[in-house]
Structures are given as structure tokens and as C-alpha cells.
């Protein structure tokens, strides 16, 4: 927990919304958090904001708060974080929790000196079509392509969703042989996935 | 019993050679296969592994064919010895340079190279060093002690299915299966029935609060909490009011309890705090928006 998480901060961004918040009721549309790592570069609807870049590879280096960052191509790009970067590795965690070696996938504003300044980075984020073979306590044994892959199941962290209903920690409905979509963070380590979200039925 | 296990190697090595080389000499998607091996790196070319495989496709036939004929002579166990040290040999240099490739094994698996292709590259070359001492034919050995003969293949096989991931769908998912039914499911639900904190982002996401806040938020989300009979959910933004932009914090507060199933129209509060006073900012989201009268359900 770092200081602009801090339990004071916490306290005070509480009780400034809770004196003067806008309240606003009613639904309408929208798209889900880490699902927009995948979504479709849109430009903003805004004028004032310049049009986001996005940036995928693999981290090299981390000096302070800038990561280099290697694409698949071999470019190398440096990612700056700053207090108002999200970064997602399986929950919301802060910048210490990125290591040498993860996946990255970040979007930002592109500086006049050719780094990005992320506004948000999702970690060894993956989002994979599996079919469950096999359920076990801590994980579930999936199968991708026909190749297997070793799905954890992380306490308080994992959820699913049935038949398009929203998402809950209660995975006893999860069945051998349901084909789902599971959205986890993979484990550079063993090669394994830690599941955050696993859909099935949808 | 070791010259039995020895006699009946050659028939072993030979049914599995035979099996593994008619599928790649013949399958038709021993193309595709060739294309997520490390042969496509080393020889430049897709069409050009793709007849690599075929072709070592055609000396597992023959060396299975010859195993198969003349189990008593040395030379089809010596060449079953020298693919297999081959295939050992190609296995670890793939793992080595290119972890994610497949191996092509069995141009059935496309799955990237395990501990069982090393194994049943293993046993390959155990199998040809013991079918290169065999003595008699096979056929002869298994009318001889049809008991221990059957017992044997009946041992060995088993090993074979088990490391042959190919053929998990026939004994591994099934068990699995089965041990659910015995033990029951392992991850019934606990006493925790906590909305998980992913469920409140997908909640607020589906929001017209988060619809009306899109054009100042730019992160992701950055910290959550409860209070108060609040969840708290932080975004961090930038309000841009005429071209004075400034950074702000964006709070979301929503029901800790409700979820998408729970309400389709949830009440959220919207706060902006400007970063750099620490006040929160007066500002109307709902300007640009129509009024929306609710229309009456029929």
C-alpha cells in the first residue's frame, strides 16, 4: 500500500464523496475493465484528448518508474507510470508488484519524446477460450488447442460467471467439459494461469 | 523375463513406430503440425518441414516394419535406438531455443513439449537397445508364455497411454470425472458470499454514472474499500472544463451488495477531487445528457 493508497487518503477521498457526490441512478451501457485491454483502440469522443496509443511486450528493465518494454518486434519502448497509472496482475495492485520478464499491455498518451505516459497497464494479462478437463480444489485443468494448461484458482480473487449472470466467487456449477472464456493473469514461472474471471455459457 | 521383455519389445516399439509414423507420413494435418514446430525455424520453410516430418514418418515405418518382420535381427532395434537418441536430441534442442513450439511427436498433439514427449523419447531408445538383443521371434515367445506375454503388453501399455497426452480423453478426464461423482464437487460455495469486488466494477461499468464520468476517467481502477455501507472504487481522471485541464481523483461509491443480477439500475455516487487541492470539484456529468423520462411498462 503506497502512500496515495494510504489509509488517510482513503479516509479523506471518503468523506469527500460522501459530503458532495452527484448520485446518479439508471443504467445504460458501458464495456468491463480488464476486457477493455482488448477492446479496440476508440478514439475519444473528446477533442481535448489526444488519442490514446497502446503498447504490448514484454518487460526488460525497470528503472525507477519507467518500464522498458520489448515488443514482439523488437522495439523497444519506455512506459512511464506515474500516481495516476492503474495497474492490473490479476487485482489492482501497485507499480512494485511488475517484475522483469511480465507481459505488459498498456495504454496512454504519447509524449513528445516518444515514451508513453500509461494511464493504465494490465500485467501478463491473457484471455483465453479453454474447456474445463478437469476441477480440483486450488485449480482447474483446462485445455487450449488442444494443449493443456494448468488454471489456479486464487481465494477472494477468482470469480465466474454463468449463462451471462454476474459475477460471483460461487464456482460449484463449473463442470468437466464446459467450454468457457477464461480472462487470469499467466504465471511466467510454472506457465500456469491465474484465473479471474472464468465465463461460461455465454 | 528379461529375454521376454526383450522379445517382445521389437512387437511393443514396432506397433507404437507404426502408429506414430502412419500419422505423420500420412495424416492430413501433419502440415498445420509442421507449422508450430522448431523445424519451421531451422529449415526457413513450412512445405520443406512438412516433408521433414513425412519423411521421418516413412523410416518409423520402416524401421516398425522391420521390428515387426525380422525381430531377430540386430539392425531395426539399432535404428529404433539411433531415431529415438534422434528424437531426444531434437527435443531437447527445441526446448532449449524454442520452449512454446510443439513437438510434432505424434502429429496429433500440437501442445507445447512436456516432460512425456521426453519420456516416450526414452523409451524409444530403451525399447530399441532391448528389441537389438532379442533372440526370438515374438510371435514364437508369445505362444510360449502366453500368461506372462499378455501380461507384459497389458503393463506396458498402460505406461504408454499414460504418457501418450494424446489419449488423456480416454482415461484421465473420465477419471476425473468419476472422482467429482465419488468425492463430490470441490469448490462449493463457503460462508463467503461476498460480492466480489469485480462484480461492483462490472456493476458500475454497466451504469449511466460511468457512461456520464467516461470523458473525465482514464485509468483503470486504482484502489477499492468499504465504508460507511459504501464500496468505494478510485479511478484516477483528468476534467478538462475549456482547456484548463487538471488531474483528478474519480470516486465511485456503489452498493457493496448489489450486483448485475441484483439491479439493472443501480444508484452510484460520482465524485471528482481535484489532485492537486485535495477538493472535491462542482461539476454536472448529466449536462450533455437528454432528461430521460422512464417510459411506462406495458
Known amino acids: ?202 | 523375463m528379461a529375454s521376454l521383455a526383450m522379445n517382445l519389445a521389437t512387437l511393443l516399439l514396432g506397433v507404437l513406430l507404426a502408429g506414430t509414423g502412419a500419422s505423420k507420413a500420412f495424416g492430413r494435418q501433419v502440415a498445420g503440425q509442421a507449422a508450430g514446430t522448431v523445424l519451421v525455424r531451422v529449415l526457413n520453410d513450412g512445405r520443406r518441414a512438412t516433408l521433414v516430418l513425412r519423411a521421418t514418418g516413412a523410416v518409423e515405418l520402416a524401421v516398425a516394419a522391420g521390428l515387426l518382420a525380422v525381430p531377430t535381427t540386430v539392425v531395426p532395434g539399432v535404428a529404433a535406438t539411433v531415431l529415438g537418441v534422434g528424437f531426444l536430441a531434437y527435443l531437447g534442442y527445441a526446448r532449449v531455443t524454442a520452449p512454446e513450439s510443439s513437438c510434432g511427436c505424434t502429429a496429433r498433439n500440437n501442445g507445447p513439449i512436456t516432460w512425456r514427449a521426453f519420456v516416450r523419447a526414452g523409451l524409444v531408445v530403451v525399447g530399441g537397445a532391448a528389441a537389438a538383443g532379442a533372440r526370438t521371434v515374438w510371435w514364437t515367445e508369445a505362444v510360449r508364455n502366453p500368461v506372462e506375454s499378455v501380461a507384459f503388453l497389458a503393463v506396458s501399455t498402460a505406461v504408454l497411454v499414460v504418457i501418450s497426452s494424446d489419449l488423456d480423453d480416454l482415461w484421465l478426464v473420465p477419471l476425473r470425472r468419476t472422482r467429482l461423482k465419488v468425492l463430490g464437487h470441490p469448490l462449493v460455495r463457503g460462508r463467503n458470499d461476498e460480492v466480489p469486488v469485480a462484480a461492483s466494477v462490472e456493476l458500475l461499468e454497466r451504469s449511466l454514472a460511468w457512461v456520464a464520468a467516461a470523458p473525465v476517467v482514464r485509468s483503470g481502477l486504482i484502489d477499492h474499500w468499504e465504508a460507511d455501507g459504501w464500496r468505494f472504487l478510485q479511478f484516477a481522471g483528468v476534467h478538462d472544463p475549456g482547456g484548463a485541464a487538471r488531474p483528478v481523483t474519480v470516486i465511485f461509491a456503489v452498493d457493496p451488495r448489489e450486483t448485475r443480477d441484483t439491479t439493472g439500475n443501480p444508484a452510484v455516487r460520482v465524485t471528482l477531487i481535484d489532485d492537486r487541492t485535495d477538493e472535491p470539484l462542482e461539476v454536472d456529468l448529466l449536462s450533455g445528457f437528454p432528461r430521460r423520462a422512464s417510459l411506462p411498462m406495458a
Not at chain 1, 41 to 46: E, V
Open chain 1, 1 to 202: 500500500m503506497t502512500a496515495r493508497n494510504g489509509v488517510n487518503r482513503r479516509r479523506l477521498l471518503t468523506s469527500a464523496a460522501l459530503g458532495g457526490a452527484t448520485i446518479v441512478g439508471a443504467s445504460a451501457l458501458g464495456g468491463l475493465d480488464a476486457d477493455s485491454a482488448f477492446a479496440a483502440p476508440m478514439p475519444s469522443l473528446d477533442p481535448a484528448v489526444s488519442q490514446s496509443s497502446f503498447v504490448d511486450g514484454r518487460v526488460s528493465r525497470i528503472k525507477g518508474s519507467v518500464l522498458d518494454v520489448v515488443e514482439a518486434d523488437g522495439t523497444h519502448r519506455l512506459i512511464q507510470l506515474t500516481n495516476a497509472t492503474s495497474v492490473w496482475k490479476l487485482e489492482t495492485v501497485t507499480a512494485e508488484a511488475i517484475e522483469v520478464g511480465d507481459g505488459l499491455y498498456a495504454r496512454g498518451v504519447e509524449m513528445p519524446d516518444g515514451s508513453v505516459a500509461a494511464d493504465a497497464v494490465w500485467v501478463n494479462i491473457v484471455n483465453l477460450y479453454v474447456t474445463v478437463r478437469g476441477i480440483e480444489r486450488s485449480r482447474l485443468h483446462l485445455s487450449h488447442d488442444s494443449h493443456a494448461l494448468v488454471g489456479n484458482i486464487v481465494e477472494k480473487r477468482t470469480t465466474a460467471s454463468f449463462r451471462g449472470g454476474a459475477l460471483t466467487s460461487d464456482l460449484s456449477q463449473l463442470r468437466i467439459g464446459h467450454h468457457a472464456q477464461v480472462l487470469g493473469a499467466w504465471r511466467p514461472a510454472d506457465d500456469s494461469v491465474d484465473i479471474a474471471r472464468i465465463s461460461v455459457g455465454h
